[in-house]
């Protein structure tokens, strides 16, 4: 249970995947429960390889969210709340970004209220998600739209 409550810890006992509260005392089988995802992409383990830095590759996650994963490389929705069109896969996003700074287009908005609340929500899940990488997001307007930039 130490390596499991040092990566909870870590991550805040928070599913990196659902962003949902994770319970410590949960039964390790329920679909609630704590488990780890090594979250190592391709693109993390070519890093990995070619820095021989000791990146964090462990994350905390849902036994549920964990298992439905599998050894697919790992996909962090977008809320249903949010009204976006054409959304960025966010880590996707977020690994370029860690390789080379700049600015990502994340999704497109019908209005700047719509583009402020994806921004808001963006910026905090990042948080969370990559807690290493500074970020902050630019709404730009263009063509009766709203784009919501994510720059590091």
């Given amino acids: 249970m130490g390596q499991l409550h040092d990566v909870g810890q870590a991550d805040g006992w928070r599913c990196w995947l659902c962003d949902e509260p994770v319970d410590p005392n949960m039964p390790p089988n329920d679909p609630r429960g704590a488990s780890i995802d090594t979250r190592i992409t391709k693109a993390r383990a070519k890093k990995r390889k070619q820095d021989k830095k000791n990146l964090p590759s462990e994350r905390l996650a849902h036994k549920g969210c ?44 019908p209005t700047r209220e719509d583009a402020e609340a994806a921004s808001v929500w963006l910026v905090d899940r990042l948080s969370r998600l990559a807690p290493g990488l500074e970020v902050h997001t630019e709404i730009a307007t263009t063509g009766g739209q709203f784009l919501v930039n994510l720059c590091t």
């Fill in 66 to 109: 964990n298992t439905g994963k599998g050894a697919n490389d790992p996909v962090v929705s977008w809320p249903d709340h949010l009204i976006v069109a054409d959304p960025a896969p966010i880590i996707t996003a977020v690994e370029r970004l860690e390789r080379k700074g700049g600015r990502e287009i994340m999704a497109r908005c």
